[in-house]
């Protein structure tokens, strides 16, 4: 079985800060990794994804991640964030045998003018 | 640009109500899903399907059933609507690829209020 958790359920910064959305997996075998954003009222979008290869992933509106297998973790990092990046972020995990996409928890980033 | 589609958007419906969210996908995609999201809240797997005439239940027990005749079609229906089924629904669709199932895409969500 495979889980996630997200530490933190609210991150409030200010504007043009930097911000860091923590996620944790745990499982037995090799997994895949997502982060995915959801604005208000609407569905879940794509933000970034680790499949293999370089740890470090670069993913849409300036976010990127990083993958630390012996943390087991995947960080989302953005250096300077904008009042539009105010949403709930997901961090999700895919067993990559039995293709069970798993969600944490979402942490609610919101952004101080 | 979203390739999968649900309707409606926000649905307020009286307890006791027979209802179904529609959900299409035009990607050809094999697998579908549908997750329950409450305010605030992860989202659970209420139903899958890896194709046409397959379904399969997710890990939250849901009292809604699926059905998917065609590929590009997965509708959920609740024959009587309760206010403990309140909440948001989000479809879902995947394809296999060469590195296995990596693409996940979801529609906008409908949110069911029952009153």
């Known amino acids: 079985a495979q889980s996630v958790t997200q530490l933190d359920s609210q991150v409030p910064v200010f504007e043009e800060a930097p911000v860091e959305l923590r996620c944790n997996y745990s499982s037995s075998v090799s997994v895949y990794l997502f982060w995915y954003v959801q604005y208000p009222n609407q569905g879940l979008q794509l933000l970034l994804k680790y499949l293999s290869g370089s740890t470090l992933v670069k993913g849409i509106n300036g976010f990127e991640a990083e993958f630390n297998k012996s943390q087991t973790s995947f960080h989302l990092r953005k250096p300077s964030v904008h009042i539009s990046d105010t949403a709930e972020y997901f961090c999700a995990v895919s067993d990559v045998r039995n293709e069970k996409l798993t969600f944490g928890t979402g942490t609610r980033l919101t952004i101080i003018p | 640009e979203a390739d999968i589609y649900q309707t409606p958007r926000y649905l307020v419906i009286g307890t006791g109500k027979k209802i179904t969210l529609e959900c299409s996908q035009t990607m050809g995609h094999d697998k579908m899903y549908w997750y329950q999201q409450d305010p605030g809240m992860e989202l659970h797997l209420i139903h899958y399907s890896y194709g046409v005439n397959s379904t399969e239940k997710g890990d939250l027990s849901s009292e809604s059933t699926v059905s998917r005749i065609r590929t590009e079609h997965f509708p959920l229906t609740l024959e009587s609507a309760r206010p403990s089924h309140t909440s948001q629904y989000l479809c879902?669709?995947?394809?296999?690829?060469?590195?296995?199932?990596?693409?996940?895409?979801f529609g906008s969500g409908t949110r069911l209020t029952v009153v």
């Open positions: 879902a669709s995947s394809e296999i690829t060469g590195q296995g199932r990596i693409g996940y895409t």
